[in-house]
């Protein structure tokens, strides 16, 4: 199996940056995409961003497209999602999630972490 274990979240004001990481452990070994969802009170999750573990090829939202950046180390098993210029929209729970299947594309996962909390305030 594998954990994951989000942590960078945190109170910022509008047009502020964080940086979210996502270590991943247990059997990591066949991991082919690691990506960022979240998930505002009353709304349903939404795709933020993910990376091709190997290859690097990285895909966005239309709603953080120029503002976010998914970004990896693999000697440490670890997924980093840059945010800048965040909105009061950004709010949300993120939750970072893993594919251990072979390129079931980009929104299908199989083991998610505990989320954490983003609040931007205006």
């Known amino acids: 199996q594998v954990q994951l274990a989000e942590s960078g979240g945190g109170l910022v004001q509008a047009g502020g940056s964080l940086r979210l990481s996502c270590a991943a452990s247990?059997?990591?070994?066949?991991?082919?995409?690691m990506g960022w969802f979240r998930q505002a009170p009353g709304k349903e999750r939404e795709f933020v961003a993910a990376?091709?573990?190997?290859?690097?090829?990285?895909y966005y939202g239309d709603s953080v497209k120029g503002r976010f950046t998914i970004s990896k180390d693999n000697a440490k098993n670890t997924v980093y999602l840059q945010m800048n210029s965040l909105k009061p929209e950004d709010t949300a729970v993120y939750y970072c999630?893993?594919?251990?299947?072979?390129?079931?594309?980009?929104?299908?996962?199989?083991?998610w972490g505990q989320g954490t909390q983003v609040t931007v305030s205006s």
């Open positions: 990376i091709r573990w190997l290859a690097g090829y990285t």
């Open positions: 999630a893993a594919q251990r299947t072979y390129d079931r594309g980009i929104y299908e996962y199989d083991y």
């Open positions: 247990g059997r990591t070994f066949s991991t082919y995409y």
